[in-house]
């Protein structure tokens, strides 16, 4: 079985400052990895996804995110942060080959501090 | 072109008596799953239909909750009877094939008193 782990559940950055937030993974396979993000009453938006193929991943909003088998980690970065990034991020796992039943992480609530 | 849509996005309701929760997936999407937030924790998945056969319901917690998804378009999500434990926020997600990206819908709050 897989299992993702979200290291703080708050983050605070200052506007422009690095985002750094964290997810390591549990699983027995290869695992598909992802980032989703929501924002206040919306649902959650995919802002990238691993699939075994290049191990640093572009997304949405200026976010990447590495693959680093040796440390089952996919931590989520943007070098400099902005008030709209203010929102609960999402890690999640999917083994198979597809996307069908995601895990999720218990989800990090990032502020944007002025 | 419209997203996943969910119905209510709130409801109240005391312990003992039944709720029904509906999603419409995006058009077209054959895929539709029901994930769960419940207390601030991790989402966990429910179930995953496949138009309108079930293809995967190992999440499903017990048999107070039932999912159906009648011609393959929307779906509904019935707990009876709801107890306090299943306040939480219930999503909906459809995707236009099994290894497709899944598209989520805002969500419907569910508070069990």
């Known amino acids: 079985a897989q299992s993702v782990t979200q290291l703080g559940s708050h983050v605070s950055v200052s506007e422009g400052a690095l985002v750094l937030l964290r997810c390591n993974y549990s699983?027995?396979?290869?695992?598909?990895l992802f980032w989703y993000v929501q924002y206040p009453n919306q649902g959650l938006q995919l802002l990238l996804k691993?699939?075994?193929?290049?191990?640093l991943v572009k997304g949405i909003n200026g976010f990447e995110a590495e693959f680093k088998k040796s440390e089952t980690s996919f931590h989520l970065t943007k070098p400099s942060a902005h008030m709209s990034d203010a929102a609960e991020y999402f890690c999640?796992?999917?083994?198979?080959?597809?996307?069908?039943?995601?895990?999720f992480g218990s989800g990090t609530q990032l502020t944007v501090l002025p | 072109e419209a997203g996943v849509t969910q119905f209510p996005s709130h409801s109240v309701i005391e312990k003992g008596q039944t709720v029904t929760l509906r999603c419409d997936p995006i058009?077209?999407?054959?895929?539709l799953y029901w994930y769960r937030r419940v207390m601030g924790k991790e989402i966990k998945f429910l179930l995953h239909?496949?138009?309108?056969?079930?293809?995967?319901e190992s999440g499903m917690p017990n048999n107070r909750f039932l999912a159906e998804r009648t011609g393959g378009t929307y779906s509904t999500l019935k707990v009876q009877p709801a107890e306090l434990e299943d306040s939480g926020v219930y999503f909906c997600?459809?995707?236009?094939?099994?290894?497709?990206?899944?598209?989520f819908g805002p969500g419907t709050r569910l508070t069990v008193l």
């Open positions: 058009s077209g999407h054959d895929n």
């Open positions: 999640a796992v999917s083994v198979g080959g597809s996307a069908r039943q995601l895990t």
């Open positions: 691993y699939t075994s193929a290049a191990t």
């Open positions: 997600a459809s995707s236009q094939d099994v290894a497709g990206k899944q598209f």
């Open positions: 699983s027995s396979v290869p695992p598909y």
């Open positions: 239909f496949v138009k309108e056969s079930k293809q995967d």
